[in-house]
């Protein structure tokens, strides 16, 4: 079956750095997508990520192996309004999108 | 403002009733899709649309319809709502279905209550 998996929460202090991880299972691959979501808001686009290695974007990073369907998301130099969910997808071989639950992050002054 | 508009942002329901969700985008993308998002659970694909004039099946259709008539509209119609319909669903579109052309772009959502 197809999986994708994710912590539900995760909680960090501002000015710090936190690191969202989420592991996939899919029936073939074809990107590996992060989203975040404020509270009661659409979901926004963060990174698209098809090769291994490291993608980074100002204070956002993510990360991809696709050996071990593996991802993550690197948040830097947190600040308050990073506080929202942040959604792992992976495209599977029909191009199709399956989707975590999603990873509260809160943060702490 | 460029983007996905989706009507109407809350409603209350009662069970049997029929409703139609809308969904127009003015951005001239290929592919349209509605997903539900509850709690606990990732988005959930019910229908979509890689062009206008065909639609098909997502991961939860039953109980749910949708038509593309042309580029920029995709309703989403719930025959004979029931309780368990109740979600928040959100529209979203994309320019193509290829891989790189899959980033989705998602309207404010609608909150469905059915009672």
């Known amino acids: 079956g197809q999986n994708i998996d994710q912590p539900t929460e995760m909680t960090a202090t501002e000015g710090a750095i936190v690191q969202i991880n989420c592991t996939y299972q899919?029936?073939?691959?074809?990107?590996l997508f992060w989203y975040q979501q404020h509270a009661g808001e659409a979901p926004t686009f963060l990174s698209y990520?098809?090769l291994d290695g490291l993608e980074e974007k100002g204070r956002f990073s993510s990360f991809l192996s696709r050996s071990k369907g593996y991802s993550y998301l690197l948040l830097k130099e947190l600040q308050m309004k990073d506080s929202a969910s942040y959604l792992c997808a992976s495209m599977d071989s029909n191009y199709q999108l399956i989707w975590g639950a999603g990873t509260k992050l809160i943060i702490k002054p | 403002i460029a983007g996905i508009t989706q009507a109407p942002t809350s409603q209350i329901l009662a069970a049997g009733r029929r409703m139609t969700l809308r969904c127009t985008q003015d951005m001239r993308h290929n592919a349209m899709y509605w997903y539900r998002q509850d709690l606990g659970l990732g988005l959930r694909l019910i229908h979509y649309?890689?062009?206008?004039?065909?639609?098909g099946k997502g991961e939860v259709p039953d109980g749910y319809s949708v038509s593309r008539a042309n580029t920029d509209d995709f309703p989403l119609t719930l025959a004979s709502a029931v309780p368990s319909q109740t979600s928040v669903y959100f529209c979203?579109?994309?320019?193509?279905?290829?891989?790189?052309?899959?980033?989705?772009?998602f309207g404010a959502g609608s909150r469905l209550t059915v009672l």
């Open positions: 979203a579109s994309s320019p193509g279905t290829g891989s790189g052309a899959n980033v989705l772009t």
């Open positions: 649309s890689n062009t206008a004039g065909t639609t």
């Open positions: 990520n098809v």
């Open positions: 899919t029936s073939g691959f074809n990107g």
